[in-house]
DNA sequence: AAGTTAATTCAAAGCGCTTTGGATGACTAA
DNA sequence: TTAGTCATCCAAAGCGCTTTGAATTAACTT
């Protein structure tokens, strides 16, 4: 069933029958009514390459997510942030296209979603410290908005981020106050900006208590809870163990977890773990008791404002560029306690 | 840039430069490479609104994720199968079009997909034990590839899907040779088809060794950490402990193990788990050894065979569904051990 | 030299929609 | 009456591509 159809069907015009659809106000109440009746019983739905190709927009918005071909590793909270956004974009009538590629291949990616006109926009997933995609989305103009910043770049742009060196600035602070010293931290890969800033936030905190802090006790990989299981295991069995785990994931937290446990210690006594946790819908921080002490954000909640950024600008190209700084809530679970004797 | 200009600019037709470039005979060798360079200098990539509006091809597949209202949990494994099954996509030229849909929103998102033209045919992810999406999809005429299958629909189809039973079948026979013979079984909601399976093969090989299987011992939920603890936590606590865990996700048996630690037993020597690994990139079971007995099977893989499946599909209107049972890998990790004398 | 055939190229229609620039008729105002 | 104003509706152009059917030229036959 298409428009022409339609309006046949109706003994109308197609420029009438459109007007009527989309709320155009130079149409009688009584047709318009007439209309809508009878697209809905004929099940019509106007023609999305047909629509885009006449009003040169296309009701679609691009995601790259890129595969790191050395691990073929896909980022966990990805399906969280996808379904934040996804509902935004349905509640506006847009499509949410996603391309997979290969490690350096986003600005090819970006560049032909352009060319070929199937986003309005796209967004940017892990920012780098210095991200060349930026500079890139803005040359060739198309409207974007990022998932986190890029700390190199000074230039404007839309982003939303959580306060990562705030919340992880924090997080140590708790566990000096307990009395921790010896803090291993088990970052993220550091040339992504929130593990940078993750990191300034640790050391920060660390410096402004007069503690130093060990670079051997520092660890930046891809957060796999394999990860922290082996670094953990290492740390605890050498000599001079730290006393506390600083973590950049709960994945990566129920590693180390996994590491202390499995050196007969026990987590929060023996040895106290603060992680952050992106509250991930099928990773529940426990249920009332938290297991893990953490700093939380929501990554499902980051994912519907980033997409709604990007929509308000897209609306009004003229907009200038949003930002919004979440900050993460520290809540105190079952991982962490004074440090012994 | 767009075709007209592109042909202005080589003092061509439309045509001559669309069929240049498309790969068709008629025209000879030389133009053919005059305008692929003309085409490459000015960064010319056919408009895909266009292209789909004239060929009535949308080069897109879609896939629509339901989110339950209740638990807002989004599928852990969602992300790998996705990367997989856009991998596919890209080498053949199609885009992948996601719709985030609240629970029983999908009939009605995938009749908006097939009337606005925006797919050329859909994924069905996460069927029940009756799916009424597949009549639905096959009555609108929308072409389609099911991740798993429906054990009450008789009618054929494309789908790809992992031998549950038989997987579950021999890691029950596994904890048997063991000497277990109270074994919990921690599952996926039983409405759903794998979980259904599952469960077939679990009582199937109790029956076959003439061990009664224990009801009050068979868990059905959302595979969260969160359930595997609660779960194990309480059984162990109580009397009549089984000896041996089935469990349906890592996830899931993570918590499990961890309900293991907190009660201060060892997994492996005072209690059995053998789980289900979908082979998620960002949860390697173990480096080396692995961490947990488990049946084996890359959901990866499953989203390339699924994608690959349903272009097949849409190339050949005609052709047969076809189906693909993939066969769970049995790994003995360090998970399990023979039941305490 | 005239007639065929093959190799290239092109003009124009059409995909299903939105939107511009009128028409048409009813109604009001002068 | 005549002109002007609305309220409705419509024909047709255009979005950027593919594809049909035809034209043009070159090459080959007889």
């Given at each position: 069933m298409n428009l022409k159809?339609?309006?046949?069907?109706?003994?109308?015009?197609?420029?009438?029958?459109?007007?009527a659809l989309n709320g155009?106000?130079?149409?009688?109440?009584?047709?318009?009514?007439?209309?809508q009746k009878a697209a809905e019983k004929h099940n019509y739905r106007p023609n999305t390459k047909a629509r885009s190709l006449a009003t040169g927009r296309?009701?679609?918005?691009?995601?790259?997510?890129?595969?790191?071909?050395?691990?073929?590793?896909?980022?966990?909270?990805?399906?969280?942030?996808?379904?934040?956004?996804?509902?935004?974009y349905s509640k506006h009538g847009y499509d949410m296209v996603l391309t997979v590629v290969e490690d350096k291949g986003e600005e090819a990616a970006y560049r032909q979603m352009q060319s070929r006109g199937s986003v309005d926009g796209v967004v940017v997933h892990g920012p780098l410290t210095t991200e060349p995609r930026i500079d890139f989305l803005r040359k060739?103009?198309?409207?974007?908005?990022?998932?986190?910043?890029?700390?190199?770049?000074n230039s404007d742009y839309n982003w939303v981020d959580i306060n990562n060196r705030r919340a992880f600035h924090r997080a140590t602070d708790f566990l000096l106050d307990l009395g921790h010293r010896r803090i291993a931290f088990i970052n993220g890969l550091e040339y992504m900006d929130f593990a940078y800033r993750r990191r300034e936030g640790f050391i920060e905190a660390m410096t402004e208590r007069g503690v130093a802090y060990d670079p051997a006790l520092m660890f930046s990989n891809e957060m796999t809870e394999d990860y922290g299981y082996e670094t953990a295991m290492t740390l605890l069995r050498?000599?001079?163990?730290?006393?506390?785990?600083?973590?950049?994931?709960?994945?990566c937290a129920l590693g180390v977890r996994r590491a202390i446990e499995d050196l007969n210690m026990k987590?929060?006594?023996?040895?106290?773990?603060?992680?952050?946790?992106?509250?991930?819908?099928?990773?529940?921080?426990g249920k009332d008791l938290p297991i893990f002490t953490s700093t939380r954000s929501s990554v499902r909640q980051a994912g519907s404002l980033v997409a709604e950024t990007l929509l308000a600008q897209i609306a009004d190209p003229l907009r200038k560029p949003q930002?919004?700084?979440?900050?993460?809530?520290?809540?105190?679970?079952?991982s962490t306690g004074p440090v012994k004797a």
């Open positions: 159809e339609l309006s046949t069907i109706l003994g109308l015009s197609q420029t009438t029958v459109s007007r155009y106000p130079e149409v009688s109440e009584e047709t318009r009514i007439k209309v296309s009701m679609a918005i691009g995601h790259v997510i890129p595969v790191s071909t050395k691990h073929e590793m896909v980022n966990p909270i990805f399906g969280d942030f996808i379904s934040g956004a996804g509902e935004v060739i103009g198309l409207p974007f908005a990022v998932h986190g910043r890029a700390s190199g770049e050498g000599e001079n163990a730290p006393t506390a785990f600083l973590v950049s994931s709960m994945i987590m929060g006594r023996d040895v106290s773990i603060i992680t952050h946790d992106d509250v991930l819908s099928y990773m529940p921080n930002h919004q700084l979440l900050e993460a809530e520290l809540m105190v679970g079952q």
